[in-house]
Each structure stands twice: as structure tokens, then as C-alpha cells.
């Protein structure tokens, strides 16, 4: 019972619209597309939503807390690395982050040919081995923002453990 009460689960969800000139990262991988996400950071919305999902596991706040939207350091920053510093933190922590599972909503561009790449970049962001990094893509049928092409949603969740 006291090693399961060690079990953490954290939640954690982005959002960022489409803009026109702007590329679209997804789990670190450069994706061709006709427009991408828009942020002050590469807007990796992927990126973002573990990057929340571990910090909420160790009740870290969020990831505005630790790289703020104003702040001219994480102008375009590559969010990969924002991720391995989370990582870091929740490490710091006295957590082991066991596995992580994630989904991006969008309607477009099929996402599924750059699966494998973006498990494999996020995995080694947060040195992890990739059988234990999920993401899966859907459409929304054509419903709400990502539906219309406004915008990606992203949705991650993961499993941490009390070490320390
Ligand atoms: N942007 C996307 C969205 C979906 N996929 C893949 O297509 C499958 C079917 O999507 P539905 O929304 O119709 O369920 C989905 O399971 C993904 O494998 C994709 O590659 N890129
Ligand atoms: C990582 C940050 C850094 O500016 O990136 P943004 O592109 O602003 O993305 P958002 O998910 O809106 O907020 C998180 C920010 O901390």
C-alpha cells in the first residue's frame, strides 16, 4: 500500500493556433504543412502538454510558472529542451517518471507517418526508453477549432513515482 501511495499521475493539455509563416514542431519533429502553431516559443503543443502532465504530477505548477510567455528567453525557444528540463525538475523532485501516454487533436496533416520520430525525440528529452512514451493522433470530424484547421489540441498523461 505505501508504494502504491508513491504512485502520481499527472494531466496535462495545450492549445496553440494556426498562423500562417510559422512552422509546425510536433514532438520535435518539423512537419511540412501549409501553415503552422503560433507561440512564443516554437509552439510545440505536444511538447507542452507532457511537459504539463509531469509537472502537475509532482504538483509542480505549470509550464508558464517555470518559462513565462514574457520572458524574451523562450522567444522561439525549442520546446524539446523546455521538456528536458522539466524532466530534470521532476527528477530534482525525488520522482522517477515512469510512462507517459499523449494524443494530438488535428485535423490536418496526417500525423501518423512522424509517430515513431516524435516518440523517439520526446523519449530521449525525457530519458526515457520509447516503449514507454505514447502518441496517438485524431481527427476531431471536422468539429471545433482543431476540426476547422484553427488549431492543434494536444492531451497528455503520465505515471511518476516517489523515489526520494
Ligand atoms: N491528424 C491526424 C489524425 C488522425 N490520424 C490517424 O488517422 C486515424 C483515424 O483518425 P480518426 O480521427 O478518423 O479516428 C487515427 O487513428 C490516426 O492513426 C493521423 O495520422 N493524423
Ligand atoms: C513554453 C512557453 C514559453 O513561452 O511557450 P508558448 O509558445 O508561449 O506556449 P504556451 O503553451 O502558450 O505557454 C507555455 C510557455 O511557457
Do not use: W
Not at 39 to 55: C, E
Not at 72 to 91: G, I, M, T
Not at 153 to 161: G, K
Request: overall charge negative; some cysteine.
Amino acid at each position: 500500500m505505501n508504494e502504491l501511495r508513491n504512485l502520481r499521475t499527472g494531466l496535462g493539455m495545450d492549445v496553440h493556433a494556426f498562423a500562417e509563416g510559422r512552422k509546425l514542431i510536433l514532438g520535435g519533429v518539423d512537419i511540412p504543412h501549409y501553415q503552422g502553431l503560433d507561440g512564443h516559443s516554437d509552439a510545440d503543443v505536444l511538447a507542452h502538454a507532457i511537459s504539463d502532465a509531469l509537472l502537475g504530477a509532482v504538483r509542480g505548477g505549470d509550464i508558464g510558472k517555470l518559462f513565462p510567455d514574457t520572458d524574451p528567453a523562450y522567444k522561439d525557444a525549442d520546446s524539446l529542451k523546455l521538456l528536458a528540463e522539466v524532466a530534470r525538475f521532476v527528477r530534482d523532485q525525488g520522482f522517477q517518471i515512469i510512462d507517459v501516454d499523449s494524443v494530438i487533436a488535428a485535423q490536418a496533416p496526417k500525423l501518423s507517418p512522424y509517430r515513431e520520430v516524435m516518440r523517439e525525440n520526446l523519449a530521449a528529452a525525457m530519458a526515457l526508453p520509447v516503449e514507454n512514451v505514447g502518441v496517438k493522433a485524431t481527427t476531431t470530424e471536422h468539429l471545433g477549432h482543431e476540426g476547422r484547421e484553427e488549431g492543434i489540441t494536444a492531451y497528455a498523461t503520465c505515471l511518476v513515482c516517489r523515489t526520494g
